[in-house]
């Protein structure tokens, strides 16, 4: 091995320790910015409890203790169907219903949801709803988290209707983000998939910050 060559290797390797000293901090690190298993089924229950609660403020009249069942959201769904702003067509009728609802967090800060409900239904009463909310927390505290939007989270849905009434099972796929702290603090992506399968059966699956969830909405 020539001079040079152990000029390179001895540079190279106080290189990596200079490395190894910046990228591992003495005696670890006490930041943590993952939410825990506990802490992402609260948000799950919050973001479902969020939606049927817009849906009981907007759609009412209706019995305001359903608010934070979020199993009762099939017959709120069923209140929309049976409301009377829709177009008639030769063909049938198009229903466009807005959703609108700053509805307060129970510990504090809002969520608030936004959309339509958007569906068809042809002259035997059959169809297909294809509706979508938008829920855009602002300081809503869950579990001593403060959540905002990061962007949002915006749920989609698509189910056949048939003879004028709904048609379970009826799936549910919620995308987006949000931003949490203080303790934990940072960002993180949301996928999850709800199904219902009766007015008072309601399963989630799915990713909130990294985290997996499952069980009941």
């Known amino acids: 091995m020539d001079g040079n060559s152990s000029v390179?290797?001895?540079?190279?390797?106080?290189a990596l320790i200079l490395l190894s000293l910046f990228s591992i901090p003495c005696g670890g690190?006490?930041?943590?910015?993952?939410i825990s298993q506990a802490q992402a089924e609260a948000i799950s229950t919050e973001l479902f409890g969020a939606m049927n609660s817009a849906m009981v403020a907007g759609l009412g009249p209706a019995d305001l203790s359903k608010a934070e069942r979020p199993a009762s959201l099939g017959p709120d769904?069923?209140?929309?169907?049976?409301?009377?702003?829709c177009a008639?067509?030769?063909?049938?009728?198009?229903?466009?219903?807005?959703v609108s609802n700053p509805g307060p967090c129970p510990n504090g800060g809002t969520i608030s949801v936004n959309g339509d409900f958007i569906y068809t239904l042809d002259n035997s009463g059959n169809g297909k709803d294809s509706s979508t909310l938008t829920l855009t927390p602002s300081a809503c505290v869950v579990d001593n988290l403060a959540l905002n939007r990061n962007p949002n989270v915006t749920f989609?849905?698509?189910?056949p209707l048939q003879n004028d009434a709904l048609t379970y099972p009826l799936?549910?796929?919620?995308?987006?983000?949000?931003?949490?702290?203080p303790n934990p603090s940072g960002s993180c992506s949301i996928k999850m998939r709800a199904r219902l399968t009766s007015a008072t059966s309601?399963?989630?699956s799915g990713s909130i910050c990294g985290r997996s969830v499952n069980g009941s909405c």
């Open 8 to 14: 390179r290797i001895a540079c190279a390797t106080r």
């Open 29 to 34: 690190s006490s930041h943590n910015d993952t």
């Open 77 to 85: 769904i069923e209140r929309a169907h049976a409301a009377s702003d």
């Open 88 to 98: 008639v067509t030769n063909h049938g009728k198009s229903c466009n219903i807005p």
């Open 156 to 159: 989609a849905m698509s189910f």
């Open 171 to 181: 799936p549910f796929s919620g995308l987006g983000g949000i931003s949490f702290g």
């Open 202 to 204: 309601c399963s989630v």
